[in-house]
């Protein structure tokens, strides 16, 4: 067991870091949060005949939906190359000749991305809360600093699985196409799946359990963390009414989200240091 | 110190069922400079990734300086080491210097010691300009600055002069001659063995996993005891007269190529052949010995 020096994962995670606030990396993201989360909140009613800002909970209702499809996206692409980038260049080898182990290069490369998604978050939605701050009471702006803390964990879950998908992958091309495949599936099948095998078994076996799968995709792990810290949402969502209390903890489910970000880095380490 | 900075005992490596280094021994000694030659997938390769630790010993022993590689002291005898992996593409949105500074960092090593190093490979005007611009001859320069980032005692240098002038591979080597009067010991593998054999000390012949032979040119030369040749260069009749005055003596071949007349015999003979020639007088205008080179003495390994 060698020791954790922390000045060099401090060394790579700057690198990373830099590297995306040079290439303008941090600020295009950024921007797109900022510019899709204002048309979310001024026109995301429009489907009930009305434009503007509304209330704070329908605009987090709104954002969740819009955080779940971008920032996996987001989160996938910034990590899939951390350590099969490295690799295809030849600059791993070298890395790995420096006095530095294999695990401080991982914490260093995960910790510098995310910082880099962390700052974009904050700075692109960050924006908006202060657009929309002389709407908001204190319990909103709660609410919102709630919403773009879990969107910042949610991130890190996803730049967390990258970074396994990373060590695995035998080339760039490979690691993409797991990339995009993983977004697909927690973002777009797995919930499919899931009522669909509600609706197949018409909820006769199982369907206590159901709720508990939710936790095993860090993407409804974000949402059910926000729908149900916001009273008015609640109601909206039918299944709202059916999740057990249990889980509607805010605190369980931080834990789930904190272990979807250690668990496929705790992977991503031990793989890389076979 | 130890006196031999490198030393593998029973080195082997298995890749599943295929052993691509099988049981090396190889000792290296302090400020030599040492070349490791074999063609493609001879094992030289995984014999430096196993020197250097980038990949796991699957039996036996590697020390760099008296210590395993990744053993409890890493940190120190990887400070000890350069390496230059062969084409390298270092990071494009980058220049020269931030590169060093990134290296130097992780190294320990103060950046004030990273302008000079970017003198010493030529690269100063280019400095503060991004590795994207950089040429493959400034990028492979780039990668021996790094490499020399805080004078380490041991030198890892894989095909380092792929992608450099023939004015670039000159300095180059001028430096590493520098480095070893300086007392640094290296090991460079490289497939252009005419360029190697007039600048190594030692070198080891690898093939199919093994070290086949180890030692100087000169040792490798006389240890396969390969014919040479004798070019002698005259007027007419050259070739009758020194077929005359050879009677007795053991060559291999004789054959006329336009003027120059080329003899190859064997080592022992070349002494008693080559008093013989001198009595032919002014028959001839010019002799020059051809030694076997390294390439021949590579392929004669290789059979």
């Known amino acids: 067991m060698l020791s954790i020096d922390f000045r060099q994962i401090g060394i790579i995670a700057g690198k990373e870091f830099w ?10 993201v950024a921007v797109v949060f900022t510019v899709f989360a204002l048309v979310i909140a001024y026109f995301g009613a429009a489907q009930q005949g009305a434009v503007g800002f509304r209330s704070i909970d329908v605009t987090i209702a709104s954002l969740v939906s819009l955080v779940i499809y971008l920032i996996p996206l987001i989160a996938l692409i910034l990590g899939f190359d951390a350590i099969v980038g490295e690799r295809e260049r030849g600059s791993l080898d070298l890395l790995l000749t420096l006095p530095i182990t294999r695990k401080e290069l991982i914490l260093g490369k995960y910790a510098g991305l995310a910082g880099a998604l962390a700052f974009s978050t904050i700075a ?31 991130g890190f879950a996803f730049l967390s699985i990258a970074v396994m998908l990373s060590v695995f992958a035998a080339d760039r091309t490979r690691a993409s196409g797991l990339a995009i495949g993983t977004w697909f599936f927690f973002v777009l099948v797995f919930d499919l799946l899931l009522l669909g095998a509600l609706v ?13 799968l939710l936790l095993a995709n860090p993407a409804d792990v974000f949402r059910v963390l926000n729908v149900f810290s916001l009273d008015e ?15 509607s903890n805010p605190a369980t489910l931080g834990g789930v989200m904190l272990a979807w970000i250690v668990g496929p880095l705790a992977v991503a380490i031990w793989r890389f240091e076979r | 110190m130890a006196s031999n900075i490198v030393e593998a005992r029973g080195a082997t490596k298995d890749f599943g069922t295929v052993q691509a280094v099988k049981g090396v021994d190889l000792t290296i000694a302090a400020g030599e ?3 490791l030659i074999g063609h493609n997938g001879a094992g030289k390769s995984t014999l430096f990734k196993m020197m250097l630790g980038l990949i796991t010993i699957t039996s036996g022993d590697i020390l760099l300086d008296g210590e395993k590689v ?35 960092d992780l190294k320990a090593v103060p950046r004030k010691d990273c302008p000079a190093l ?55 080597y001028r430096i590493l001659r520098e480095l070893r009067d300086e007392g640094v010991t290296m090991v460079l593998t490289s497939h252009i063995l005419a360029e190697i054999q007039e600048r190594v000390d030692r070198l080891a012949i690898m093939e199919g996993g093994l070290i086949r032979a180890t030692g100087t040119v000169q040792d490798l030369r006389e240890g396969m005891n390969l014919p040479l040749t ?3 260069a005259g007027g007419a009749g050259l070739a009758e007269q020194v077929t005359r005055v050879l009677q007795g003596i053991a060559i291999e071949s004789i054959e006329e190529a336009g003027s120059i007349l080329h003899i190859r015999l064997s080592r022992d003979s070349k002494m008693p052949a080559l008093a013989r020639l001198a009595t032919l007088g002014d028959t001839m205008r010019d002799l020059h010995v051809r030694e076997p080179s390294l390439e021949d003495v590579f392929f004669g390994y290789r059979n």
Do not use: C
């Open chain 2, 230 to 232: 004798l070019e002698i």
């Open chain 1, 233 to 247: 949402v609640r109601t909206l969502y039918g299944l709202a009414t059916v999740f057990p209390e249990a889980l």
């Open chain 2, 118 to 172: 970017l003198e010493k490979v030529g690269l100063s005007h280019a400095a503060s300009r991004r590795v994207r611009e950089y040429s493959k001859g400034m990028r492979q320069r780039l990668g021996f600055a790094q490499a020399l980032l805080g004078t380490p005692r041991l030198l890892f240098l894989d095909e380092p002069t792929t992608g450099l002038d023939p004015g670039a591979i000159r300095d180059f």
């Open chain 2, 33 to 35: 400079l040492f070349g």
């Open chain 1, 19 to 28: 590297d995306r606030i040079r290439n303008r990396w941090v600020l295009a």
């Open chain 2, 70 to 104: 990744n053993g409890p002291r890493f940190r120190e005898t990887r400070r000890k080491i350069g390496y230059l992996p062969e084409n390298v593409v270092l990071y494009d949105n980058l220049t020269g210097i931030e590169t060093l500074y990134f290296f130097a």
């Open chain 1, 200 to 212: 197949v078994t018409a909820g006769d076996y199982g369907g206590a359990i159901f709720p508990y």
């Open chain 1, 124 to 154: 692109g939605f960050g924006a908006v809360g202060l657009i929309l701050s002389p709407q908001l009471n204190l319990n909103a702006l709660f609410h919102y600093a709630g919403f773009m803390g879990s969107a910042i964990l949610l």
